[in-house]
């Protein structure tokens, strides 16, 4: 059965920095796409960012030149390295992966909070 396990979420001031990381287990295969998605209160769940295997990366526009994704396909892991938070980035961090067979799974999410 995969898992997904984030880490490292939390509270973080308005300008500072968090990283997260999730771990995928049991499977051997290695997944195509994997990434970060988020959903904020009474919104619908968003693409942050994702990276395949062969490193092409995609992010939303509000991400772009403050997060960075990347992944360690020998340790079947994805991180999101975020710097300058807004406010606005508030919202349950879900990690994601989709892979052979056309199959997709989530983790359980991690909450992070920028606030002062």
């Known amino acids: 059965q995969v898992q997904l396990v984030e880490s490292g979420g939390g509270l973080v001031q308005p300008g500072g920095s968090l990283s997260l990381s999730c771990a995928v287990s049991?499977?051997?295969?290695?997944?195509?796409?994997m990434g970060w998605y988020r959903q904020a209160p009474g919104k619908q769940r968003d693409m942050v960012a994702t990276?395949?295997?062969?490193?092409?990366?995609n992010y939303t526009d509000s991400a772009k030149g403050r997060f960075t994704i990347s992944r360690d396909n020998s340790k079947n892991m994805v991180y999101l390295q975020m710097n300058g938070l807004k406010p606005e980035d508030t919202a349950v961090y879900y990690c994601?992966?989709?892979?052979?067979?056309?199959?997709?799974?989530w983790g359980q999410g991690t909450q992070i909070t920028v606030s002062s």
């Open positions: 994601y992966v989709f892979g052979p067979a056309a199959r997709q799974y």
């Open positions: 049991g499977s051997r295969s290695t997944f195509y796409i």
């Open positions: 990276i395949t295997t062969g490193g092409f990366t």
